[in-house]
């Protein structure tokens, strides 16, 4: 197993640079869970024995795109009432 492993490392070199996430299937070809690196799946693999995986690429990342922006004509606001109720409060003398 661990010739494979170390195999299947120096493949995924290559496969670095692009954006992907291995697949860990049980012994159903169900999915069992995903993970990032090759590392989380030989884990899964040492506790799991005859499961299998499959690297899943990932789409490319959506391009950038410039929007135009406009400038608004300011809110139009009532102005500000600065007008509160008289107290008839006294004040405390101590």
């Known amino acids: 197993m661990g010739l494979i492993l170390r195999d299947v490392k120096q493949q995924m070199v290559s ?13 159903d070809g169900k999915n069992y869970c995903q993970c990032g690196n090759m590392t989380d799946v030989e884990t899964v693999l040492c506790i799991n024995p005859g499961f ?4 899943v690429f990932l789409p490319p990342a959506p391009q950038t795109v410039n929007v135009p922006s406009t400038t608004l004509d300011p809110d139009l606001e009532l ?3 600065k007008i509160l109720p008289q107290s008839d409060l006294q004040p405390v003398e101590l």
């Open 15 to 27: 496969l670095s640079n692009t954006p992907h996430l291995y697949q860990v299937k049980n012994l």
């Open 79 to 81: 102005p500000e009432q």
């Open 52 to 55: 299998t995986y499959e690297v």
